[in-house]
């Protein structure tokens, strides 16, 4: 009964042993495969390269712990284990907690989809706004203050009129369309977020050079969107770049660090409702960027 409890939670085995190494009792085994009654000391069970780390762990006469240790498949699994000693009431105890590679793996790679999927927009497979100021902050914090970020914000023109007349899956096909194409424009270094219903932002590394790169991205972003019959619809874009030494300051404090950026994208903001209200389906810049 104790085993079928704990092998609910645990892949563990416990051996009792004497000061040499050698095996006195199981405890407790809830792997099936694993026999370590075949083995006369614990320096069996596991792989000679490992031997002296085992050792070491006996020697010390205090409860420690080694990790990822070789187990000898003579006894049933070639997997990895952590082998921990404990001392309790002049007896010596070995607990080994296995790890099963594979699932290893398989579990990693749920936790990094499940990850994924928690920061990335269904519509559009973008970026959405949780997974957002992540990568911002890493970029605010890097090494080189030196370096520039230029910020793209694109509006979306007339996309409740899309829905009005065409329906919601017509709007939402000219969402997920130019979500297609920022995607095929931007760089892989850059950061494109869905950033509400019918906004993106788009985090652009300036590189060294007489023009901005966020700027160039805005006007090609621009052309292929108006020439595209698959979007219904224009978009309208504002542009602003930034210096990373501006941040700097603000490093240690992530939550004034978030508001100053919120403000130097909302100038991005603020550049696409100027194309909006000069006509729609047009790149406004700030005075920042260079063209």
Not at 107 to 113: G, L, P, S
């Amino acid at each position: 009964m104790k085993e079928n409890i704990l092998s609910t939670f645990l892949d563990i085995c416990i051996l009792e042993i004497d000061s040499q190494g050698n095996i006195t009792n199981v405890e407790i085994n809830t792997k099936e495969k694993f026999k370590p009654e075949k083995a006369k000391t614990i320096y069996d069970i596991f792989d000679k390269e490992d031997h002296q780390r085992i050792e070491k762990l006996l020697n010390l006469g205090v409860t420690q712990r080694k990790t990822y240790l070789q187990l000898n498949p003579k006894y049933g699994l070639e997997e990895y284990a952590d082998l921990e000693v404990v001392y309790k009431e002049e007896k010596i105890y070995t607990a080994i907690k296995f790890y099963n590679i594979q699932r290893e793996r398989e579990f990693e790679k749920r936790v990094e989809d499940f990850a994924q999927q928690a920061e990335q927009d269904k519509l559009t497979g973008l970026l959405n706004r949780h997974g957002y100021w992540k990568y911002v902050k890493r970029l605010l914090e890097g090494k080189d203050p030196g370096r520039k970020l230029g910020i793209v914000m694109v509006d979306v023109d007339n996309l409740k009129g899309v829905n009005d007349s065409k329906g919601h899956i017509a709007g939402d096909q000219a969402i997920r369309e130019i979500g297609a194409i920022i995607k095929d424009t931007i760089r892989h270094r850059d950061i494109a977020v869905r950033y509400g219903g019918d906004e993106f932002i788009i985090i652009v590394e300036e590189m060294t050079g007489k023009y901005s790169t966020a700027y160039g991205l805005a006007k090609r972003l621009h052309s292929q969107i108006s020439k595209s019959k698959k979007t219904l619809t224009t978009a309208s874009i504002g542009v602003h770049v930034v210096k990373i030494k501006d941040f700097s300051k603000y490093k240690n404090n992530e939550e004034k660090l978030q508001e100053e950026w919120n403000k130097a994208a909302k100038i991005a903001d603020d550049m696409a409702y100027k194309a909006k209200q000069a006509g729609k389906d047009r790149v406004e810049y700030s005075k920042s960027v260079k063209k």
